[in-house]
């Protein structure tokens, strides 16, 4: 028998003889658990399945975007109803099952679970282990999408992946030069990049844009958050979907706002020209889209309205 | 050995010698199942869980919005990104542990699960056996919220639960003469009521508005869509949150537009003033609310937006 609060209050009140014995407790003991984090829906004939990473809690506004005050970025915070002095930021890694390979893409924050670092966990939960995991794609090279290639003793998490990086990402980071000379600030994302792909190189395949990663899958080109950031075309039979990965941070206040430049985008006005593009079509051919950094389950469709777009969340739904 | 379909192609490409082996399969098979229809989360210390009983695609617009144009409506839907003919509306229970007495609102549209019909299931996937229901609130005697205080077989679905039902709809329902009096396409809803309640007189208990259910769970007034519907207040600590049931059909139709009225309003007037008065309560005061036609989770805040509101789902965390 475990151990719940109401065998303990029991126990206790049966030492009391009972004539202590506390409010009625409900049958049903207190769970402190969440729902496993991951919703699964079809494009075509795939399965495609968004992953709680987790969230984390930023201090805001201060400095957020470049070109807003904050005030405006206050107010923008109010209008989704969140307080104006922190913003909790949501991970959602996604995986396609195409039938023929089971594709993976980011990797979370990586971690023993907790807050963040739940991909594998989640990944589990809907059916898939990590060895069952074919392909290992990267929209770009962010501590939040890289953390978790690896765990805390140095093993790949998804040991049967063929590992799929952006070629121009690849170009960056390891591009020693580029560490040297870059900001003290910046040296930690370099060497983490090291850290998780330097002793692969041999396993990783270096994907140019347009091409396809395996059938029914195609990078495209989305750079500007960082210069190899990169989106995936999902297409089976007539439907189609887009992992945008980080083209905005969360939508209901950069796609909103397509001018805005957060602190993020290494490159503001080439991550702005890649966010119009790719929010303009995907609101002109209703492409669905998911997003790494929307709210849980991160994925649906955006509306022109006015200069911006709105996020609109698909509706979740218990048969696929 | 459970058969899939890569257990079964393996066979057949074993009883052809592999010559006539197909395409690589994913080492994982697809799933063809969603997770399952629950998300918790806490009012102070009580935790509550929305329950997804399922949806119904219901064609649309002709005559959904009694003071609106057809073109008005679809211009709404779109705003969504919803096709302009159908809507598909979500139906969502929810359950609250006190930690003394669960307590549940609405009981979905019953069946034998599939599209809609999955409280019970979802409430156990969340830990929560139909026994364990102590107390079975209900807002309103629509069909697709007592649909399911009964089995195919006539039994209760859970079965030790007190029976707690608005005073003003058990005697408006109740009432013969109103059934006798009722258009011929009303008369299948007091059938419904009787079917599922009239052999319970004696163990229901009628609810007046303004008075707790159980410590912490307080009903109040909502009525307009039907005679007695009520929302529940569910207060814990110094955090509170609203059961709003059917004050809107969907909120980003009618909480954005809070003077439509819906086809399944029966005294438009009055419910145009109880949705008035509680989103405006709801939103000065920062109050969480659970409506019965959100989608899925259905549950978040709303944000005054000129002469309505727009409702914003709270965040989905991994973490309670």
Same mark, same amino acid.
């Given at each position: 028998?475990?151990i719940t609060r109401r065998t303990v209050l029991a126990g206790t009140a049966a030492a009391a003889g ?28 795939f399965e495609v399945i968004a992953l709680h990473d987790g969230v984390a809690v930023r201090d805001m ?16 915070? +109010? ?5 104006? =002095? ?132 195609? +990078? ?9 950031? !990169?989106?995936?075309? *999902? ?10 990965? =980080? ?5 209901? *206040?950069? +796609? ?8 993020? =985008? ?38 022109? =309205? ?12 218990? !048969?696929?």
């Open positions: 028998m475990s009972a004539a202590l014995a506390g409010p009625a407790l409900a049958k049903a003991p207190m769970s402190g658990q969440q729902n496993a984090g991951f919703h699964r829906f079809k494009i075509g004939s506004p201060k400095g957020f975007v470049r070109n807003a005050s904050d005030a405006d970025v206050s107010a923008a915070f +109010a209008e989704l109803g969140l307080p104006a =002095d922190k913003l909790t930021i949501t991970f959602t890694a996604l995986a396609v099952n195409t039938g023929d390979k089971v594709v993976l893409f980011d990797a979370g924050n990586g971690g023993a679970g907790g807050p963040v670092g739940n991909v594998a966990k989640n990944l589990a939960a809907a059916g898939i282990q990590p060895g069952d995991v074919d392909v290992h794609a990267f929209s770009h090279f962010h501590g939040d999408h890289i953390g978790g290639v690896k765990a805390a003793d140095g093993k790949l998490v998804f040991p049967n992946a063929e590992i799929v990086v952006p070629d121009a990402e690849w170009a960056f980071w390891m591009d020693d030069a580029k560490m040297n000379n870059a900001p003290e600030a910046m040296k930690g994302g370099f060497q983490l990049v090291r850290k998780q792909f330097a002793d692969m190189a041999g396993k990783v395949r270096r994907q140019s844009w347009e091409k396809e990663v395996v059938p029914g899958i195609t +990078a495209i080109q989305a750079d500007g958050h960082t210069p190899g950031h !990169t989106a995936y075309l *999902i297409s089976s039979g007539n439907q189609q979907m887009m992992f945008v990965a =980080d083209i905005t941070n969360h939508p209901g *206040i950069f +796609a909103r706002r397509p001018e805005w430049q957060a602190i993020f =985008d290494m490159d503001p006005q080439r991550a702005i020209d890649t966010r119009k593009r790719l929010l303009d079509r995907a609101a002109a051919d209703k492409i669905r889209l998911s997003f790494y950094h929307a709210p849980f389950p991160a994925t649906g469709f955006v509306v022109k =309205d006015g200069a911006g777009y709105d996020f609109q969340q698909a509706l979740w739904q218990n !048969t696929l």
